[in-house]
């Protein structure tokens, strides 16, 4: 097999995503609220994070089979500025050679306070050109009459929900919410499904609180009911899923709570909304690539990566390095630190060093131990088992035993 047939086999058994969320397009080119105008300056092409997120794509070769977006596509519900949005969206999917674009609805994305329709919030999210939020008319169809669609495709169930479903009463406005009847129409999709290696729920608003925010009403606008949506896709039933969302601006990626097999969960920060100044020491606009490598799915779980890159005005794109995610974030080890730490130290023969990927290959879900998992599984063969890791900048090299 040649060199350029192994690379293809290996794209096969690999499913991506790029996530591009919270892009809050703005007609006003010297707004304060997005980095993103309708208007981008042409002697400052490094100043629009679209531009130079084109330009990475192409030095990098960034490929992915579907771009997801998890909503506020414009900013309060611009017409102008949603057709912007959604037609550099549709660009961007060309460029990454996806299959598909799909959307969930941000409280920006509604026109919930009619300043721009008389009576219909959704009219403009409608009317977009490819159809919105999904390729199918009657995906499209069922997303605006029960509040979700669904893609499928071999590997891969991409459920986007409409957690902004509810915005037209005022109320409503500052929160997200899936309804009891949506969440049963979404279980009795799911029960006449075909099982999948891969399900991913892409929405706008968080399921759950984020505590670690730490600044004032950073839960206030959590998704109503959430709790049943994370227990039911929790459940183990329907299996392993993955919930990407929006809204918060703030990146993150953990584990939420389930009965038998809680789903991971990544909060999405903002592609180029400015930074509001509780955020400002702790996230970067930022994009994401998902990779989900699908044998090692089949024998593990669901396990996978997200790639990161901050956007900087002046500077464009670059590999994470400041934000709350770093370059590279493996998911998909769950168990406890300690359980990580003494499987290592018991491999290591005494007065003797192991390899990190011999490691892996001996214990395959050390390669998929979260960041902040993995610090602790160091810390812990370091002080408690006083072992010695060895490091390539921020990867592991090789762990001895004295």
Request: glycine letters at 6%.
């Given at each position: 097999m040649t060199e350029a047939s192994h690379a293809v086999e290996a794209a096969a058994q690999c499913i991506r995503l790029l996530v591009l969320s919270d892009l809050h397009v703005d007609p006003d080119p010297t707004s304060d609220e997005s980095h993103l105008s309708m208007t981008p300056s042409p002697t400052s092409p490094n100043g629009d994070p679209f531009v130079t997120a084109l330009e990475l794509i192409k030095t990098e070769a960034i490929a992915a089979d579907y771009v997801l977006c998890p909503g506020d596509l414009g900013n309060r519900a611009h017409p102008g500025a949603l057709a912007d949005a959604w037609k550099r969206l549709a660009e961007l999917k060309q460029a990454v050679g996806a299959q598909q674009l799909i959307a969930a609805t941000g409280n920006h994305d509604l026109d919930s306070r009619l300043k721009h329709n008389s009576y219909d919030p959704t009219e403009i999210l409608k009317g977009l050109a490819p159809r919105y939020p999904v390729s199918s008319e009657s995906e499209s169809n069922r997303y605006w009459a029960h509040h979700f669609a669904v893609v499928e495709a071999t590997n891969l169930r991409v459920v986007s929900l409409n957690s902004s479903a509810?915005?037209?009463?005022?109320?409503?406005?500052?929160?997200?919410?899936?309804?009891?009847?949506?969440?049963?129409?979404?279980?009795?999709?799911?029960?006449?499904?075909?099982?999948?290696?891969?399900n991913v729920l892409l929405c706008h608003h968080h399921p759950h609180r984020h505590p670690e925010l730490r600044i004032p009403n950073s839960s206030f606008d959590v998704m109503m009911d959430g709790n049943h949506l994370v227990h039911l896709l929790g459940s183990g039933d329907f299996g392993s899923w993955m919930i990407v969302h929006g809204h918060k601006h703030h990146p993150n990626l953990i584990y939420a709570s389930g009965a038998a097999n809680p789903p991971v969960v990544l909060s999405c920060g903002s592609f180029s909304a400015r930074i509001y100044k509780e955020l400002s020491t702790l996230a970067r606009n930022q994009m994401y690539l998902i990779e989900y490598p699908l044998n090692d799915i089949r024998d593990l779980g669901l396990v996978g990566r997200v790639r990161a890159w901050d956007w900087a005005y002046g500077r464009g794109w670059a590999i994470a390095a400041n934000g709350q995610l770093p370059a590279v974030s493996p998911f998909g080890a769950r168990e406890a630190p300690t359980v990580y730490a003494n499987r290592i130290f018991r491999l290591v023969s005494e007065g003797s060093y192991s390899r990190w990927d011999e490691l892996v290959r001996l214990e395959p879900m050390l390669d998929y131990l979260p960041p902040e998992k993995a610090q602790k599984v160091f810390s812990l063969l370091m002080s408690q088992y006083k072992m010695t890791v060895e490091f390539d900048g921020q990867l592991p090299r090789q762990v001895s035993k004295p």
């Open positions: 509810y915005h037209w009463i005022e109320n409503e406005w500052e929160r997200g919410r899936v309804s009891i009847a949506t969440l049963e129409e979404i279980k009795r999709y799911l029960s006449g499904a075909s099982p999948k290696l891969v």
